[in-house]
């Protein structure tokens, strides 16, 4: 056993959200989307710690069979920490509810009910008809906090949509001749490129494409993580053959079949009266397992979205220069009365290096 398990073995019978605070920790920073961030910890009958798991990625074992498995047969008799409800359906695994009761585990605690409309209560059933005390509830909140994009795409079939913009202390996205790199400093493009490693895919509109040649990739040191998704929304204009992004596999939502896209380069065609069909595409992106989706502008994109009400959270970087005139907004179109305002809820601010970072989310109280 390791060091660190033993020292934990000397703190003897502790609180089960003690151990629940400890596997949200541990599953806190895996990417196993499309599914969830799973954290587990096998006690033994004695209540001392045997094993831990996380779920690593789609296709590799769930957390608590990875860690029942860890436990062999200390699990006999003991209690299974999970942060959240164990499957009791066949999917690329086995059941897990079949694990845990071959186990012989007497006591399972789980910290959320699973969303997932496969799951949804019926693990919890399946192991208190087999007799096995199952406490429900511990810690949800964090366990909700540590993975909300999960619990956003299994309630609405859509990804969880952060939009991230960039603004000067005056709230100018841009300049009249485009130029925008860069209105915030190096701290908080690294805080940027955090969120796109935290995201499934990363998108722009085709102005943006055009004028910026975004990669859209994470250019972090350290980063092993999967590389989110590409994802271009365009119009009826012209994209260039040679944008960095085309060498990334993009997925291209256009109302529009078109000629200019290259190899490896996938288009869907969703039409609507004013482009894209929005909704479709969101629709679309939950289908495809994309999570947890990062827009980042510009400010057509920006306004279509926040018009279609299909913005979740909104982070917003102003850097310290002042523009001093008309050139890009946030949001492109017309403020023409206060009945207009979109209401957003400010949820965070702090300084990143010399700018400021606010997090903000539609008062329509998404999660
Ligand atoms: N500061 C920042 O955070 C930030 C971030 C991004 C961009 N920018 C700046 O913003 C400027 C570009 O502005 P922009 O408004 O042109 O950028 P954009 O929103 O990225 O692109 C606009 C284009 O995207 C397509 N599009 C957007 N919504 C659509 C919909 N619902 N259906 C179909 N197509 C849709 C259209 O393509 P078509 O043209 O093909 O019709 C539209 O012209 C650049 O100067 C860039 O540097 C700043």
């Not at 798991?53 to 769930?62: F, I, K, L, M």
């Not at 964090?142 to 709230?171: I, S």
């Amino acid at each position: 056993m390791s060091r660190r398990a033993n020292a934990d073995n000397r703190a003897g019978e502790r609180p089960a959200a003690e151990w629940m605070a400890r596997a949200v920790d541990a599953a806190r920073t895996t990417h196993p989307h499309p599914n969830p961030r799973v954290g587990a910890i096998v006690l033994t009958a004695d209540g001392l710690l045997a094993s831990e798991a996380v779920h690593e990625s789609p296709g590799e074992p769930h957390a608590e069979a990875a860690a029942l498995e860890r436990a062999g047969a200390a699990a006999a008799g003991g209690t299974l920490v999970v942060t959240l409800e164990p499957c009791d359906h066949h999917g690329r695994t086995g059941p897990c509810t079949e694990v845990i009761l071959a186990a012989g585990i007497a006591r399972v605690v789980v910290g959320a009910v699973d969303p997932d409309p496969h799951v949804a209560g019926a693990g919890i059933r399946r192991l208190r008809e087999a007799g096995l005390t199952v406490d429900v509830g511990v810690l949800a909140g964090a366990v909700e906090t540590m993975d909300p994009g999960y619990f956003h795409h299994r309630r609405t079939g859509r990804p969880r949509v952060t939009l991230k913009l960039a603004a000067t202390l005056d709230g100018q996205t841009a300049a009249a001749d485009g130029t925008s790199q860069w209105i915030t400093g190096e701290a908080a493009r690294a805080d940027a490129h955090q969120l796109r490693a935290e995201s499934d895919a990363v998108m722009v509109g085709a102005g943006t494409l055009r004028v910026d040649d975004p990669r859209l990739d994470v250019r972090l040191d350290g980063f092993t993580g999967p590389q989110p998704r590409p994802i271009v929304v365009a119009g009826h204009h012209p994209l260039p053959e040679t944008a960095a992004v085309f060498t990334r596999r993009p997925l291209v939502y256009s109302p529009q079949r078109r000629g200019d896209l290259g190899d490896g380069v996938e288009l869907e065609v969703l039409w609507h009266p004013t482009g894209v069909d929005l909704a479709a595409m969101m629709k679309d992106l939950g289908g495809r397992g994309v999570v947890d989706l990062l827009v980042e502008g510009g400010p057509t994109l920006a306004a279509s979205l926040l018009g279609a009400d299909l913005v979740d959270v909104f982070v917003l970087y102003f850097g310290g220069g002042i523009a001093g005139g008309v050139g890009r907004p946030l949001f492109e179109g017309e403020f023409t009365t206060l009945s207009d305002l979109t209401g957003f809820d400010v949820v965070s601010a702090r300084l990143v290096g010399t700018d400021v970072r606010i997090d903000a989310r539609p008062s329509r109280g998404v999660e």
